[in-house]
């Protein structure tokens, strides 16, 4: 089973930026669709950007134009760049392993991290 830890997150002021990495342990990670999700306290996990294999990208509406997907597969690593930061980010970001990519629906499948807090708060 894939290991991931995720790592950068912090307390951040609104409108600042901040770049999430999730490493993982597994040479498979090259071949899966990968995942950045958030949960804010109340609220269910959600996806905020995917990206393929071949490096299509899918991200959540309220974070278009301000969130970057990349990864690097000889790192086995993924990063989330986030930028113009908003109080309604704050939640704890997971990354997940493998997610299973049909038409417009993005499911997490694979492993998940432990979690990384960002706090966005003046």
Do not use: H
Not at 69 to 86: C, E, F, G, H, P
Not at 101 to 115: A, D, I, K, R
Request: proline residues 3%.
């Amino acid at each position: 089973q894939v290991q991931l830890v995720e790592s950068g997150g912090g307390l951040v002021q609104p409108g600042g930026s901040l770049r999430l990495s999730c490493a993982a342990s597994g040479s498979i990670f090259s071949i899966n669709a990968l995942g950045w999700y958030r949960q804010a306290p109340g609220k269910e996990r959600e996806l905020v950007a995917g990206i393929t294999s071949g490096g299509s990208t899918n991200y959540a509406t309220s974070v278009k134009g301000r969130f970057t997907i990349s990864r690097d597969n000889a790192k086995n690593t993924v990063y989330l760049q986030m930028s113009s930061l908003k109080p309604e980010d704050t939640a704890v970001y997971y990354c997940n392993s493998r997610i299973m990519v049909v038409g417009y629906t993005w499911t997490p499948v694979g492993s998940w991290g432990q979690g990384t807090q960002v706090t966005v708060s003046s």
